[in-house]
């Protein structure tokens, strides 16, 4: 009986040390954030969309860590992103007081063959998560008369892109080649809305990867008054808005071919992702991907996020790592294969 009352005792002993070293590690968290600016990295110039979306992050985030720092953004553009990534992975501080974001397709550009260059394994980054996701579409002009996937198999038509990697190029080429398209890129548009240009003027019949937040947000007009007929979806779920356009995956002819474009599509569920460089304290991560969620659902983020047309669809950081875990657990086959149709 006294062997039991002493086991008992140490083992209320060792939760009471538990639940201190709790306490003690919340307020080390406390006090190391009070009174710092953290610097939130995103790798684009000033005026874009990923430097609006993390504008507005860095100006609620801080409300939701303890001690409540101040959140500094610092613009570090390069190789499409490229820059900042590696920066947050190699040389960025590992303490907590440095996060930052990058494209959407950075994070399995090293494992679908387009990761020259990067000096990351992005599963080892701490990942907060991503504030929206993305939806492409595939969409024509109306006199091109490709109304439908069908029309899209059967027709000849002509898609502007911007170059090589950009969702515009990415896409059109994995279809094309997966399904036998009879469909012509036509590459070294300097922008979105150059393309939209060509398309008005009928250079080109449309775009594929056509991102649908900036379609609405831009060229709402178009859009509603029929001058594009919008025929494919590019992403891991369907849009309310347009519920009779069907997704990429449904009109795959294989079990092969939906595996494929799922992994191709991924690059579209965490369309704006933030993370942390590897090796940050556990406690301090936790803190960083608690006040990430926090401001996901803070009223006054979400204001600001309407008043500016950003969309928030976000993916937790915990999320954000099981993407990842299934993304480099796919076998080494079916990569091979989703290589190849994403080449040029």
């Keep these: 009986m006294a062997i039991v009352k002493a086991y008992a005792a140490a083992m209320l002993a060792l939760v009471a040390m538990g639940a201190c070293a709790t306490d003690v590690r919340a307020a080390d968290v406390d006090k190391f954030y009070a009174g710092k600016s953290l610097h939130l990295v995103i790798g684009y110039a000033p005026g874009g969309g990923y430097d609006l979306y993390a504008r507005t992050l ?30 947050l992975y190699t040389i960025a501080p590992k303490d907590g007081t440095t996060f930052g974001g990058f494209s959407r397709g950075a994070y399995l550009d090293p494992l679908l063959g387009r990761g020259a260059g990067a000096q990351y394994v992005a599963p080892k980054f701490g990942w907060l998560g991503s504030i929206s996701s993305e939806v492409g579409v595939c969409a024509f002009r109306a006199a091109a008369g490709v109304k439908s996937w069908n029309d899209m198999r059967a027709k000849p038509f002509i898609v502007g892109s911007t170059g090589a990697g950009a969702d515009a190029d990415v896409f059109p080429t994995a279809l094309r080649k997966m399904f036998k398209l009879p469909m012509k890129i036509v590459a070294g548009y300097g922008s979105a809305a150059e393309i939209v240009v060509a ?14 937040s900036s379609l609405i947000s831009w060229n709402r007009d178009m859009f509603e008054s029929r001058q594009i007929d919008v025929v494919l979806q590019l992403a891991t779920r369907k849009l309310d808005e347009l519920p009779d356009v069907p997704l990429v995956t449904e009109v795959a002819d294989s079990a092969e071919h939906k595996s494929v474009l799922n992994l191709i599509v991924s690059r579209q569920a965490m369309a704006r992702p933030y993370v942390t460089p590897p090796g940050v304290p556990a406690e301090r991560l936790r803190v960083l991907q608690r006040a990430f969620s926090a401001t996901m ?34 076998p080494p086959e079916l990569v091979r294969q989703t290589i190849e149709y994403m080449k040029d």
């Design 58 to 87: 860095a100006r609620h985030m801080g409300r939701h860590i303890p001690g409540q720092p101040n959140i500094v953004v610092q613009n570090m553009p390069g190789a499409g992103s490229l820059k900042a990534a590696n920066f």
């Design 199 to 212: 398309i008005k003027r009928g250079e080109v019949d449309g775009r594929c990867g056509w991102s649908w």
């Design 297 to 330: 659902a803070d009223a006054a983020f979400l204001a600001d996020a309407r008043r500016q047309d950003l969309e928030v669809h976000p993916m937790s950081g915990s999320e954000a790592a099981a993407l990842l875990r299934e993304a480099y657990a796919t």
